[in-house]
């Protein structure tokens, strides 16, 4: 078997690793338009941030340890066009410029996400940033540790937008983020987005919540980010607007994809084109609280579904168990995690629901260093099955953690009834006998 991967970093290595393990003699081609295999790109605004000053300790498995295990892997080659009748791809190597073909008999499609280019006036002027790759991290770290680099723009304020506010805080920057919703994070319930916003300005940053982005221009050595309200200035800008499936090349290749260019795939991995496989940032997701497909990309999703991949186009028929949208992120002090449902979604679906929200703290007053969570938890009227939770506390208080609990309880269709008598682990340096995860589910009523 001869297969082709595209896409080296998280889908796509974990279905080559899945794939050769399982089937030894398969002829495996790693092509990744990038410099780098295989990294942690979550890790990206940590080194930014200089928490980390190493940028090897976020790749996971070296270039090396990929050919030894005899998966051929082709750096700065993209793959630009794909002819399933023929079974072949066209990649050009961006250092030489040629152009040639490779022709597989399985195909996985990894190519993750683009970030979203506002269609605005200076968009792609030198000084405006974004933070896709290992290379743009490399570069944004660079360029802020020059001494006349003191401030910045934040256009977006989701999970990459909050994080580099946060790095660029570390770095002493003047910081300004400015977002078109009228809320940060907006995954989480509002009550949450709001604690984070309370929690960057508490350190300084300067929120702009409400304002639309609508060109950014040149002055001298300063950009100028305008909104229809007012004109913010700095030395850079760093985009932050979402991001979109790296699909465009695959536009007249006759797979179904969703309206913003996520690869339609099924449960197990399979595209609408015969040994044709996707997984990552670059395809939709099963969700298994709603029973729908949806756009999540995130890493842990990405390597799971990657993993399934490979071993499907190995043979295997393993179906992905669907996610719930599980995502947890560090606010400088503050420290929150979301799961499952919001209300939002259980409006949209007509689910019958009701919520509530808990305060609570992580152990007793007798140990000290005890600190309040703030719990928020969704479920389903009349039988009470656990459907969403949000939950948030100071950084390292365990908050995070708990919303894992709450993950495990809604993907096994837990009622609230029955997590509140789960026996949990009780010592006073780290719960109460009754923990937070027991009162916020014996509040639900």
């Known amino acids: 078997m001869k297969a082709i991967i595209i896409g080296g970093v998280a889908a796509g290595m974990s279905a080559a690793s899945k794939l050769k393990r399982t089937v030894p003699s398969a002829q495996i081609n790693v092509y990744e338009r990038g410099s780098f295999l295989s990294y942690g790109a979550c890790g990206i605004p940590y080194y930014v941030g200089g928490v980390n000053d190493d940028p090897n300790l976020l790749i996971a498995r070296s270039r090396e340890d990929f050919e030894k295990q005899g998966i051929r892997t082709f750096l700065r080659h993209e793959v630009i066009g794909l002819d399933a009748s023929r079974r072949v791809v ?160 695959l536009r007249d290749s006759g797979l179904t994809m969703a309206r913003n260019g996520a690869i339609e795939v099924d449960r197990q991995m399979r595209t609408s084109l015969n040994d044709v496989y996707a997984a990552g940032d670059c395809a939709v997701v099963y969700n298994r609280i709603t029973g729908e497909d949806f756009f999540l990309p995130l890493g842990t999703v990405a390597n799971k579904c990657g993993r399934i991949a490979g071993g499907n186009m190995a043979g295997e028929r393993e179906e992905f168990i669907g996610a719930l949208g599980t995502a947890a992120i560090k606010v400088c002090g503050l420290e929150m995690a979301r799961t499952g449902m919001s209300e939002q979604d259980a409006k949209r679906t007509g689910t019958a629901y009701a919520t509530n929200t808990v305060k609570v703290f992580n152990h007793p007053a007798y140990y000290p260093g005890r600190q309040e969570l703030t719990i928020q938890l969704l479920w389903e009227q009349g039988t009470k099955r656990l459907l969403g939770a949000n939950v948030a506390g100071p950084y390292g208080s365990g908050a995070v953690l708990r919303a894992d609990m709450f993950a495990i309880a809604i993907h096994t269709g837990m009622t609230t009834d029955e997590l509140g008598m789960v026996d949990l682990t009780y010592a006073p340096p780290f719960s109460s006998v009754w923990d937070a995860v027991h009162i916020a589910a014996n509040a639900a009523k």
Not at 168 to 178: A, C, G, Q, W, Y
């Open 90 to 249: 066209q990649i050009r190597d961006l250092d030489q410029g040629q152009v040639f073909e490779d022709s597989y008999d399985k195909l996985m499609i990894a190519v993750g996400c683009d970030s979203v280019v506002l269609p605005i006036p200076g968009a792609d002027l030198p000084g405006v940033f974004y933070l896709t790759s290992m290379e743009d991290g490399l570069l944004l770290e660079k360029i802020l540790s020059l001494p006349n680099v003191r401030s910045a723009v934040i256009v977006g304020g989701g999970y990459i937008g909050v994080e580099m506010a946060e790095a660029l805080l570390e770095r002493k920057l003047s910081v300004t983020l400015i977002e078109a919703a009228d809320r940060l994070l907006t995954p989480f319930e509002p009550a949450f987005s709001e604690l984070s916003e309370q929690e960057l300005a508490r350190e300084g940053v300067q929120l702009r919540l409400g304002e639309k982005v609508s060109a950014i221009e040149a002055r001298g050595n300063e950009r100028v980010v305008h909104t229809g309200s007012a004109a913010y200035g700095a030395d850079v800008v760093i985009m932050c607007a979402g991001v979109v499936p790296a699909t465009d090349f």
